[in-house]
């Protein structure tokens, strides 16, 4: 049972490097937990209105800050989004990463536009 135990410790902290580093690559600002399996990202823009366009365009969910707030504080996290590195592979996690940047990128350019 312990080896079992050393095991899921070591692929959860590679899955935490790998969600840290490519939201570091997508300069994104991020925390990772010190324990548990979610990070905590601020994406800049409106995550609810993202999740949107996330789930759309580019087969990617996260869940918005505001679903995680306490009552009467989510306007306070109406930019950030929890995302959690517990159940996909570190591959999926890259690539849920990079999609998810290229529907901010696609929100902020359409509002650049607007």
Do not use: N
């Amino acid at each position: 049972q312990i080896s079992h135990v050393h095991r899921l410790c070591s692929e959860y902290e590679a899955a935490s490097r790998a969600l840290s580093a490519a939201l570091d690559e997508h300069r994104l600002k991020h925390t990772l937990p010190k324990g548990g399996f979610f990070a905590w990202i601020d994406l800049e823009v409106d995550t609810q209105a993202l999740l949107l366009i996330a789930e759309r365009d580019f087969d990617v969910s996260f869940l918005p800050g505001p679903m995680c707030a306490l009552p009467g504080s989510a306007d306070t996290h109406a930019s950030f989004a929890r995302l959690c590195f517990a159940y996909e592979t570190t591959e999926d996690i890259v690539e849920g990463v990079h999609r998810l940047a290229a529907a901010r990128e696609r929100m902020l350019s359409t509002a650049a536009c607007s």
